[in-house]
């Protein structure tokens, strides 16, 4: 029967091996792997109920969260910080507050100052704070803002928005951390009574609007009722969505500052308010903006009915004894700390490396070959040494290139190492001259910056060795390495540059989760919560009582300091130039940071947003419009990512610049910053790979000095150094490949670069 199928017929059964293979076992996984634990152990499988048993507490924990994080607001306990920032400069503060207030809505003006006005709303049941801040002071500005749970920006309908006034204020606050922000329009009826135009300028200064926070849903117009009235109920009801950087310490709004007198010498400053952010830790610190940081004597908590729940510290914190406190913005000099239980309270707090640092000064080489000073011969070898010695013979001590007659200083060489003809001046004596200089000598002295920064573009780190220089003795800081990526350096290595107090800043080690546990920690030992009503005391020195403003005139805040947030430490920046600053920015130039709450005096080296595995990174001279790079000082350690503005102002805080923008990245010691040299040299002959050059050095003792640097061309071929030609600084090089006669050959050399201590700022 053509064509049928049987249906009787039995398939065999698969053959099974007792011991299947690996491959076998693989091939029938098809790539599958069961889950397992840490310690490499199977993950038992949920059941069903499990599974939903742990999606419900997953959503009750979150609502958990979300209500605690509400509960500030919900209550009514705490004024709504509302800032008014108008854009423009026909606007007024005033005209917008009555605008927003002129509703059929019955409320109470308690306080009317000349930078705070606060107002009670009785159908929200709600408290208005409204701040005026100085709008020709961008730094009362960003202070505002900073606290602040709502911001307004006001856009005229009939005046454009300027770049450097309106436009950059909308920038700062942004760059820095904002809370929830609307936009107003408070004269655009006024301006275009027909409907239709009303609509066009509408969608221009809401498109405008919405380049900045692309989130926003509409902008308020407040000569509308509908729209005033919306508004109003939104800044009464809305929960703010707070700054992560501020909320997650605690800090509080003064509503009253009162001073408690001691004894003839010591007096107390109390500060009452409601705490809001994370909460106060009793035995932490507190930051006073613009004073610096405090040790609290005593919290007291007002409960119901009027009771007061005093707390005291149980353990007494120590302040930085490297920041020095005898200033008049501190009330706490250094003699009165306790250096050996500053390191204590590191050693038990994070991981410290503080006892495996070597602190005896090595001893110094008495034998050195001609030619070296004593700082190059610390990377060599007892062996090297002699052999060199017996090479070129043995160095008399009055003959060390060391020495402090012969030493010159870090900047007077830095300045040699670029373009020697543009008569380049010290960055200590341009800003002791800087007052005295004319209009056309400070242009020219831009126009020379300005060339100087093209020709780092051009030729980057390019140096010339004049005709009578030799290079062992410009160059004796330096010294050649064949990978930067590569090469191994002590970063506690001594040297003369070196920071005074290098071993005593703090040192963490992994910063991440280090600040991960710190922040989760702190939640767990705060002493009083958001919505605690609190009096705050700390000591406080007589004379800065003068200068203390009345909460009710301008906003006074206080913030709290993480564990060891008080304590120096090598900090880097991530770091790019502000949009519409066009000049270029040297390393080392001096500015301000503001990173969180704090302002910082600082001169930043600039260096390559590298992560190489011996964590050395390019020292850059310049930063270029556009680049992203580190920028490295000695500041106070943030643990909470903060936002960093780099600007330049006076003594009054007047004509603000804004340099740079950024972040804060981490704290790292070990991070070091190589700052390279390239010598070049002219392609005299060519016989296959072998190579006669000249004019990179002057004379054969500098060329059998650096015979162990590796060479490199242009066109990306590699070499050494063969032997000497005679006396005049000729010599013979053999290269992986034949060279082009308009080839250039380079010689890399590195030295190490130190970070500055900064100091506090005062505005």
Known sequence: MAGHRSTLKKANKAFKSPHSSKRALKALNKGKVEKTAANNKALKVQTRDQRKNQRNQLKLNKIKKTSEEHALFTSNKVERVITILPLTKNQSVHDIINKLLKNDVEFDITSVAENIITVRVDKFKSTLKFVIPDMDDLL??????????FVLFGLSATEEVEGNYGEQIIRAVEAQGVSSCFAVLPDIVSSYPKKNLQQDVYKSLFSFYQHFFPNAEKAYMLESKNDSMNLLRTLSQKIPKGIHWRDTRGYLLADHLDKVTINDNEDLLTITGI?????FNVNGLIHLPGFGDFQIEQIEKLVKNNEIESITPSERATLNPLQDFDDENNDLSMDEMDDD??????????EDDWDLVNKEKPKARTRLPKGMSEYQARWLKDEEIEKLIEEYGLQEPHEELNTEANYKGEEEIDNMEIHEQNGDIDDSEEAGMDMELTAEDRERQLQEYRERERDELEFPDEIELRYDEVATERLSKYRGVKSLASALWDYDELDERRPVHWLEYLRLKGYKIHRNQLIKKFKTTTTVVAGDKVRISVKFNKELFMKLVDPKMKPFIVYALLPNENKLSVCNFSIQTWESYEEPIKSKEPMIVQYGFRRYAINPLFSQHTRNANNVAKFQRFLHKGQVALATAIVPTSFTNSPALFFRCD???????????????????TRILAKRVVITGEVFKIHKSVVTIRFMFHNSHDVNAYKNVPLFTKMGRSGFIKEALGTHGLFKASFDGSLNQQDIVGMELFKRVWPKQGSPVAF
């Open 275 to 279: 705490v809001r952010g994370t909460g």
């Open 341 to 350: 239980e500053s390191h204590s309270e590191v050693d038990e707090e994070v």
């Open 140 to 149: 009362s500005i960003l202070d505002s803002c900073k606290v602040s749970d």
């Open 651 to 669: 003594q009054n805080s007047k004509n603000l610049q804004i340099l740079c923008q950024g972040t804060f990245e981490n704290t790292d010691f």
